[in-house]
């Protein structure tokens, strides 16, 4: 383990992604409490107009991820990261200067929240496609280890310091963090010596046809296709109790706010640790044991959740212990799920792959809370969040019935990848041609 934490450190370049990347996330998690704070303090926000934020922020994944896995497999990546980054940094920017000329309104933060989320998709999905070409394959994990490790971390301190920072420079202000964030990550980008291979701009192909090339080897490749079910499986029962949770926390168990964020804070430091340990567990348990029995841990503790029936501190212990179980598995599998998705995915199909896989297992997110909602004003938030922990408890069926428990190493599925996409050639060349 020592030699391949040293080897991933030794890599620079990597750790200048790396190191902005850190930054970025945590001015993320900023601006993510300031710029609802900034409809509601400056513009007295509806719940309403906070949902059609929320909305603005997160259509651009269903709107752009597909194209945009094209583009990025049709482009070097570097120049597309540095791109977005500028644009979130200038977007963000904007916000303070709208608030002190007078202008800001809530379409104003409406536009905001939707650019800034146009630019993520090409930020997440470009980030994660770029990182192979920048580490070897045997240090995958080390590398997934530490960029998980960084998110998880930024989601444990980030609303914190975005509280701080609201009430000394206000929500917008605050907003100047995020913005000084992204020219960190754009500073790191530029300063990356290793040149990024040549890449076949695929100008006469269909858009659409690279797109379903994309969705074809998603769902294709039995790996993907497994751990893509389930991860739209956790979303969806996921993000619908989530909606439920928060009324029911307030209102039935008599929680304070602090004590709410504080038992969401508990499963961001889980995954901090199981993102931390993964690479112990990875060679304890074996590649594929490993992720059964983390993506297990990480979604059967929330059968505890309906167990917290009534206010006082024994509920919020069960709740707290439940997200921090559940984030001690969920940090440990994304860390070994990544690495086995990069190691499948050949260098030209890692951006449309990373894009149909967020297009699908994000997509979930948005109509989760949707039903949540829907669930909770009809049967009730206690039985919806019965049906919510049930639904999150069988996401492991996808992988369960995949023959992904086999997995020895990264190598092996590394060569399962190379054989699926060697038999997918023939007819997506010919496909090609008659496009």
Not at 70 to 94: E, H, T
Not at 119 to 125: E, N, R, S, T, Y
Not at 137 to 149: P, V
Not at 193 to 220: H, K, M, Q
Request: hydrophobic share 55%; glycine share 12%; aromatic share 8%.
């Amino acid at each position: 383990m020592a030699r391949s934490q040293r080897t991933v450190w030794s890599n620079r370049d990597f750790v200048k992604l790396w190191g902005g990347e850190t930054v970025s996330l945590l001015g993320s998690e900023v601006s993510g409490l300031a710029l609802p704070l900034a409809a509601v303090l400056l513009l007295s926000a509806t719940p309403a107009q906070l949902g059609l934020l929320g909305a603005a922020k997160f259509a651009p994944f269903l709107l752009l991820s597909l194209p945009a896995g094209v583009w990025l497999d049709r482009f070097r990546k570097r120049p597309i990261l540095l791109a977005a980054n500028l644009g979130s940094a200038l977007v963000l920017g904007s916000v303070p200067l709208a608030a002190a000329s007078g202008v800001l309104s809530i379409g104003y933060l409406g536009a905001v929240a939707f650019l800034t989320g146009a630019f993520a998709v090409f930020l997440h999905v470009g980030f994660w496609s770029y990182v192979p070409s920048l580490v070897p394959q045997d240090e995958l994990t080390a590398a997934s280890s530490k960029l998980i490790a960084s998110s998880s971390a930024a989601a444990v301190g980030g609303p914190g310091l975005g509280g701080v920072l609201v009430q000394l420079l206000s929500a917008p202000g605050a907003l100047l963090f995020d913005a000084g964030s992204f020219l960190v990550a754009a500073g790191g980008l530029v300063s990356i010596r290793r040149i990024e291979p040549t890449v076949d701009d695929g100008a006469s192909r269909r858009l659409a046809t690279e797109i379903r090339e994309g969705l074809a080897f998603v769902f294709g490749n039995r790996y993907l296709r497994a751990f893509a079910g389930e991860a739209a499986t956790f979303n969806f029962f996921e993000s619908a109790m989530m909606t439920v949770l928060l009324v029911y926390a307030i209102r039935d168990l008599q929680m304070s706010a602090g004590t709410l964020g504080a038992i969401i804070a508990s499963g961001a430091l889980g995954m901090l640790l199981g993102s931390l340990v993964a690479q112990r567990v990875e060679r304890r348990l074996r590649l594929g044991r490993a992720i059964v029995w983390t993506m297990v841990l990480g979604c059967w503790p929330y059968l505890l959740v309906p167990l917290a029936s009534r206010p006082g501190a024994a509920s919020v212990s069960v709740l707290a212990g439940a997200f921090f179980t559940a984030g001690l598995g969920i940090g440990t599998t994304v860390v070994l799920v990544v690495a086995v998705r990069q190691s499948v995915t050949p260098d030209r199909m890692m951006g449309r792959m990373n894009a149909s896989y967020r297009f699908v297992v994000w997509g979930f997110i948005a109509f989760g809370a949707l039903i949540g909602g829907a669930l909770g004003s009809s049967l009730g938030l206690r039985p919806t969040l019965v049906i919510c922990a049930f639904g999150m408890a069988a996401a492991p069926v996808w992988i369960l019935c995949s023959p992904i428990g086999g997995l020895r190493d990264l190598a092996q599925a590394a060569l399962v990848g190379r054989d699926a996409q060697a038999a997918m050639s023939a007819p997506a060349k010919s496909s090609s041609t008659a496009s």
